[in-house]
């Protein structure tokens, strides 16, 4: 069974910077994407940035040129560089791994959630 533990939310202020953490352990042979997303209350749970098996990265637009996001050498760490935190960035963030079980199949897994709050 995938396990993601997430660690290093917390509250800042504005400007100021956090950095995520979500290591993932259990059987891992490949996997389609690691990912960050971040959830507020009543909102759908929405992608902040992506890494890909090969090492692609694709961020969403309101935390292009803020946020870095990265993988230690092994692969199943990932990490989040936030940088000039704003207000808008308070939410849930979650982690995310959708692991090969067959040639073409996913399974997703999803870590339990940290907060980030951004407040004055």
């Known amino acids: 069974q995938v396990q993601l533990a997430e660690s290093g939310g917390g509250s800042v202020q504005p400007g100021g910077s956090l950095r995520l953490s979500c290591a993932a352990s259990g059987p891992i042979p490949r996997y389609n994407h690691m990912a960050w997303y971040r959830q507020t209350p009543g909102k759908q749970r929405d992608l902040v940035a992506r890494?890909?098996?090969?090492?692609?990265?694709d961020y969403a637009e309101s935390v292009k040129g803020r946020f870095t996001c990265s993988r230690d050498n092994a692969g199943n760490t990932l990490h989040l560089q936030m940088n000039n935190l704003k207000p808008e960035d308070t939410a849930v963030y979650y982690c995310?791994?959708?692991?090969?079980?067959?040639?073409?199949?996913?399974?997703?897994?999803w870590g339990q959630g940290t907060q980030v709050t951004v407040s004055s």
């Open positions: 995310f791994i959708d692991v090969y079980t067959t040639r073409w199949m996913v399974q997703d897994y």
């Open positions: 890494i890909s098996f090969s090492g692609s990265i």
